[in-house]
T-cell receptor, first 114, second 113 residues
Framework: AQKVTQAQTEISVVEKEDVTLDCVYETRDTTYYLFWYKQPPSGELVFLIRRNSFDEQNEISGRYSWNFQKSTSSFNFTITASQVVDSAVYFCALSAFNDYKLSFGAGTTVTVRA | DSGVTQTPKHLITATGQRVTLRCSPRSGDLSVYWYQQSLDQGLQFLIQYYNGEERAKGNILERFSAQQFPDLHSELNLSSLELGDSALYFC????????????FGPGTRLTVL
């Protein structure tokens, strides 16, 4: 069974500060996939990034970056120079090879104040 | 816009009633997933269909059922509704592989009074 833990319930920052969201996962599968989704106040779930377990290279995409560390089962996500529009609930999720469902963490509410 | 559509956006009904939620996947996607988001349970996987056939089942109640039609749209049927069924119901779609990313629709907010 898969398990995703997001220990941070809420984070509040001032605009232009960096925000790092923590995610720790558990799985017995050797091949798995990690995701970050964003849920703005309007309610929809928006896909942000994806990382495969066999690729530990960390990347940057615009203001988003992520740090995947297999040794500590962590998949942290950073928003650089946050903006008010980044205010949302962010979910970390995990799926395993041949396990179709996404297992979500409880979510972290990010509030960016102007 | 993910390309996944869900109707209706909001639904208010009474206990004991039956409702149907509809989902149209992104063009070309064969898989449809249903998830429930509630305050106490968070986001939970309910069921998945692939090209018309049930492929995986999660924490779906017996009062709930789903199907995927030949045109690949899917419906989630919720019957004998209880107050605790009030939640946001999401549909997601993906391609043919289990490794494909799931893209979510805007959700249907169900309120049971």
């Amino acid at each position: 069974a898969q398990k995703v833990t997001q220990a941070q319930t809420e984070i509040s920052v001032v605009e232009k500060e960096d925000v790092t969201l923590d995610c720790v996962y558990e799985t017995r599968d050797t091949t798995y996939y990690l995701f970050w989704y964003k849920q703005p106040p309007s309610g929809e779930l928006v896909f942000l990034i994806r990382r495969n377990s066999f690729d530990e290279q960390n990347e940057i995409s615009g203001r988003y970056s992520w740090n995947f560390q297999k040794s500590t089962s962590s998949f942290n996500f950073t928003i650089t120079a946050s903006q008010v529009v980044d205010s949302a609930v962010y979910f970390c999720a995990l799926s395993a090879f041949n396990d179709y469902k996404l297992s979500f963490g409880a979510g972290t509410t990010v509030t960016v104040r102007a | 816009d993910s390309g996944v559509t869900q109707t209706p956006k909001h639904l208010i009904t009474a206990t004991g009633q039956r409702v149907t939620l509809r989902c149209s996947p992104r063009s070309g996607d064969l898989s449809v997933y249903w998830y429930q988001q509630s305050l106490d349970q968070g986001l939970q996987f309910l069921i998945q269909y692939y090209n018309g056939e049930e492929r995986a089942k999660g924490n779906i109640l017996e009062r709930f059922s789903a199907q995927q039609f030949p045109d690949l749209h899917s419906e989630l049927n919720l019957s004998s509704l209880e107050l605790g069924d009030s939640a946001l119901y999401f549909c997601a779609s993906s391609g043919s592989s289990t490794t494909d990313t799931q893209y979510f629709g805007p959700g249907t907010r169900l309120t049971v009074l």
